[in-house]
Each structure stands twice: as C-alpha cells, then as structure tokens.
C-alpha cells in the first residue's frame, strides 16, 4: 500500500525567510514519482514540483527546490525568499508506476507573516 | 497555455437530487481522473479513465458514475445525492506515455457541490 505523511498540519514563516515542508512517503514500488501542489484559499491545485524515483539530482522550480531523500522516503519542499502569496495549503503527492492516481498526503498549510 | 476546464463551478443540489460535473482535460491528454475533497480534507480518488476506457477505481460509490467520450471530455453523474456528497470535486488530466510515473497530473479549479 501506498502512503504519504505530511507531520506539519500548519508552519509560519517571516517574509523573505526560507521554510522546508516535510513530507515522507512508503511504497514498496520502485518506481514512483513525488509532486507538489500548492492549494490557496481560492481552492485551486497548482502543481509545483516533481521528482522522480530515479533521478539522481534534486528537483528545482524556481523557488522551490525538492530535497529528496530516497534511503530515508522523505521528500521535502523548500520553499526559498517566502512572499505573502505563498501562503496557501501544500500537498505531497505521490504515484506508483503500477498505477495512475495520485495519493496525497494530508497536507501543509503555510503563512508568510510580513 | 490551456488548463484543465470545469463546469459548472458551483452547483448547490438538495438531497437525493442527481447532479452531473463536467470535466475538459488539457488538449492532447488522454487520461483523466475525478477527485473528491471534502472539507479539511486530502483530495481521495475516485476514478480514472485513460483512452475512454475505466483504468483505476478508488473510493467511488455506487451512486455514482462517470465515463470519458470521444472527444476526451468526462462527465461524473451523482445521484440520490447525499449531505457528505458536500465537496470540492476535482478533475485533473495527464499524458501517460507508456504509464511511466512522470506524468503530472494538472488540476482544473474544481466544482464545488453543495448538498442541502
């Protein structure tokens, strides 16, 4: 079975600052992919970053950047320079190659204080 | 670029009345997938088609249903609609190239279904 733990149910982050999401995974596939959505108040998913199981190098998008860590199932996003417009709920996602859905985890919701 | 379109955006239904959401995926994307969200909540999966044939099916009840046309548009029909039906339901579209793991999955804005 698959599953994603996301442990922060709420972080604050000053603007500017830099902040790290946690996310760890379990799956006994090995070859998966890990993403990351942001969701603001207004409801949308925006998909922000992926990695994949076998990709040697961390991802980065900007901003964000991916610290994975396969021996240890985690999947972090870290979030650089925060703005206020950061502030929103992130979810970890993550899917199998036997299969096609996505399993989030139970998500993150970040503010940046000014 | 083009999103993932939904409609309608907002749908308010009493109990045990039928209700049907519409998904158009990205152009060129032959999956599609429906999530439901409720209220705090994580996004659950209910069901996904690829080449308008059913591929995966998770929490979905039997109330409800859903195809995929030719034109790669997918509707989920809801019926005898219930108080926890109240969600934000999701449609997301990919490209599956081969089923590799790569492929993102891009969200639409969702419908917001309200049950009275």
Request: hydrophobic share 30%; glycine share 8%; proline share 5%.
């Amino acid at each position: 079975a698959q599953k994603i733990t996301q442990t922060q149910p709420g972080m604050f982050v000053q603007e500017k600052e830099a902040v790290t999401l946690d996310c760890t995974y379990d799956t006994s596939d090995p070859s998966y992919g890990l993403f990351w959505y942001k969701q603001p108040s207004s409801g949308e998913m925006i998909f922000l970053i992926y990695q994949g199981s076998y990709d040697q190098q961390n991802a980065t998008e900007g901003r964000y950047s991916l610290n994975f860590q396969k021996a240890r199932k985690s999947a972090n996003l870290v979030i650089s320079a925060s703005q206020l417009g950061d502030s929103a709920m992130y979810f970890c996602a993550m899917r199998v190659f036997t299969g096609n859905q996505f399993y989030f985890g139970t998500g993150t919701s970040l503010t940046v204080i000014p | 670029a083009a999103g993932v379109i939904q409609s309608p955006r907002h749908l308010i239904k009493e109990k045990r009345e039928t209700a049907t959401l519409k998904c158009y995926p990205i152009p060129r994307h032959d999956t599609v997938y429906w999530y439901q969200q409720g209220p705090g909540q994580d996004p659950q999966f209910l069901i996904s088609f690829y080449e308008k044939m059913q591929s995966d099916k998770g929490s979905i009840p039997d109330r409800f249903s859903a195809q995929q046309f030719s034109d790669y548009h997918s509707e989920l029909n809801m019926s005898s609609l219930e108080l926890g039906d109240s969600a934000l339901y999701f449609c997301a579209s990919s490209f599956l190239r081969g089923g590799y793991s790569t492929d993102t999955q891009y969200f639409g804005p969702g419908t917001r279904l309200t049950v009275l």
